[in-house]
């Protein structure tokens, strides 16, 4: 019988997330000089911050390659950001070899097909609400809210609370 994803996020160490689609709500802007603008929602970066505060390890892996992507996570502490990434399962096993990471300690959430493969290799695969079917079809939890409008926070915050780490990290800084 598999675990229910509560008891999975008790030994959660480590987050992946996708960019466009899961810390964006994957529209992209293009300006007349053919820039890409994403929006990002603030309250997912906190929860990021307040991860990689609390010891996990928090990584990027996306396909898509925009430099002001990285210097918004690289921002909020990020030190693990894989941008431009054509084979994410790839990318992943070198990441977790390179840092002893035992996969069952591994939450990843993508939004559509190019993440369907990675999703496979973790615990604890997720997904926004908006999410492709085929990527809900295979996630272990499904945020009630949507990509780039606080699933990231959801999915932090969940395991945090879970090994009882969420609050307490407030209550530190301002004691």
Same mark, same amino acid.
């Given at each position: 019988m598999s675990k229910h994803f509560k008891e999975?996020?008790?030994?959660?160490t480590t987050f992946i997330f996708?960019?466009?689609g899961v810390l964006t709500d994957g529209t992209v802007h293009v300006t007349q000089e053919g820039n890409l603008l994403r929006?990002?929602?603030i309250r997912d970066g906190y929860a990021m911050k307040a991860a990689i505060e609390n010891g996990y390890n928090v990584c990027i892996i996306s396909g898509g390659s925009n430099e002001g992507v990285r210097t918004r996570f690289a921002n909020l502490g990020v030190k693990d950001i894989y941008l431009g990434v054509?084979?994410?399962v790839k990318?992943?096993?070198e990441y977790i070899a390179a840092n002893n990471?035992?996969?069952d300690t591994v939450l990843y959430m993508g939004d559509d097909i190019p993440d369907y493969h990675i999703m496979q290799e973790?615990?604890?695969p997720t997904a926004p609400q908006d999410a492709a079917p085929e990527i809900k079809r295979i996630s272990k939890y499904i945020s009630h809210l949507n =990509? =780039?409008?606080g699933a990231v926070r959801d999915v932090i915050e969940q395991v945090m609370k879970t090994q009882q780490k969420w609050f307490q990290h407030f209550n530190a800084k301002f004691d």
């Open positions: 999975i996020m008790n030994d959660i996708d960019v466009d929006e990002m929602y054509p084979d994410k990318v992943f096993k990471i035992n996969p973790v615990a604890l =990509g =780039g409008r």
